[in-house]
């Protein structure tokens, strides 16, 4: 059983807010990304970090921001939320050592902006 | 660059049937193949995979064998259930490299 939790579940927001998506994992992962799903479920890579105080950019340009201050945890933030940002947003952490590439994911947070 | 192709959905059986969701990718190297699902309402996790040609990965009635030389890790199962109903993610892995996932076939299974 995966020991990763995300919060809020859902979320409708009006457009302007400020918001963040928490994110921790209790299994001492190094690696930890966030994925953003489209209505067609395709999953594209917004941010990844391979350790404390280390965060990159993926594959699909993102307005959001992310921190990783503790290793555990791993917040998405949107400063000024807009309708184009609604979406599934999901995180996800992996082992350093080994690189299996296996993954393991969080149950998402489902954003609404109206 | 690496990566993978897999069927279009939704694909849609009636309980019992056969499955096969078809899986295809491009590497430059010699990768890891998974297959993730994703249960309505929750977030992906691994069902299976290979990480050499020729393994079997096998779950929970699924099978999927990598083949090198059709670059293939096809989705099977030989008798589908209602609760088999999901989105299923193909994968490829390369040391030191983030995880390509396919775009996701949706399977629906009705009773």
């Known amino acids: 059983e995966a020991d990763i939790y995300q919060t809020p579940r859902y979320l409708v927001i009006g457009t302007g807010k400020k918001i963040t998506l928490e994110c921790s994992q209790t299994?001492?992962?190094?690696?930890m990304y966030w994925y953003q799903q489209d209505p067609g479920m395709e999953l594209h890579l917004i941010h990844y970090?391979?350790?404390?105080?280390?965060?990159e950019k993926g594959d699909l340009s993102s307005e959001s921001t992310v921190s990783r201050i503790r290793t555990e945890h791993f917040p998405l933030t949107l400063e000024s939320a807009r309708p184009s940002h609604t979406s599934q947003y999901l995180c996800?952490?992996?082992?350093?050592?080994?690189?299996?590439?296996?993954?393991?994911f969080g149950e998402g947070s489902r954003l609404t902006v109206l | 660059g690496d990566s993978v192709t897999q069927m279009e959905g939704p694909v849609t059986l009636s309980e019992e049937a056969f499955l096969t969701i078809n899986c295809t990718y491009t590497?430059?190297?010699?990768?890891?193949l998974f297959w993730y699902v994703q249960y309505p309402g929750e977030g992906l996790q691994l069902l299976l995979k290979?990480?050499?040609?020729?393994d079997k990965g096998s779950n929970k009635g699924f099978e999927a064998t990598y083949r090198k030389e059709t670059t293939s890790f096809h989705l099977e199962k030989g008798s589908v259930q209602v609760s088999d109903s999901a989105v299923y993610f193909c994968?490829?892995?390369?040391?030191?490299?983030?995880?390509?996932f396919g775009k996701g076939t949706t399977l629906s299974v009705s009773s």
């Open positions: 996800a952490s992996s082992e350093y050592a080994g690189d299996t590439g296996e993954l393991f």
């Open positions: 994968a490829l892995h390369q040391a030191g490299t983030a995880l390509i």
């Open positions: 970090s391979y350790g404390v105080n280390s965060t």
């Open positions: 299994m001492g992962h190094d690696k």
């Open positions: 290979a990480t050499k040609a020729d």
């Open positions: 590497a430059t190297g010699y990768p890891s």
